[in-house]
């Protein structure tokens, strides 16, 4: 399966973007989606999860309450929807399907988008 994040930009503390990704090649229906984020000089990190079947979610507790992961099966798109952005929350993100289930942890996941990037101005 290939990947498309897109979405991100620039704004300012207290904006919101929604960021996509679009995946094309097999059933995306069938996969795990994650959402994870690098900032520079650091270490790759999970954002949040969204299950293959009941769409059950996962979220890291730095953005829980202000992101929405949310997926379209017909449409083949995962949405993150970030409200009450911070500029720590300035990174550049990638979106990642598992073929196995729901997992915060990157190595597990099969497939990557390219990524985009998000900044926050304070």
């Known amino acids: 399966v290939q990947l498309q994040a897109s979405g991100g930009g620039l704004v300012q503390a207290g904006d919101s973007l929604r960021l996509s990704c679009a995946a094309s090649g097999r059933t995306f229906s069938s996969y795990a989606v994650g959402w994870f984020r690098q900032a520079p000089g650091k270490e790759r990190e999970f954002v949040a999860a969204i299950s293959w079947g009941v769409g059950s979610t996962y979220y890291a507790g730095s953005v829980k309450g202000r992101f929405t992961i949310s997926r379209d099966n017909p449409k083949n798109i995962v949405y993150l929807q970030m409200n009450s952005l911070k500029p720590e929350d300035t990174a550049v993100y990638y979106c990642?399907?598992?073929?196995?289930?729901?997992?915060?942890?990157?190595?597990?996941?099969?497939?990557w988008g390219q990524g985009t990037q998000v900044t926050v101005s304070s």
């Open positions: 990642a399907a598992d073929h196995k289930a729901l997992s915060a942890i990157a190595a597990s996941y099969d497939y």
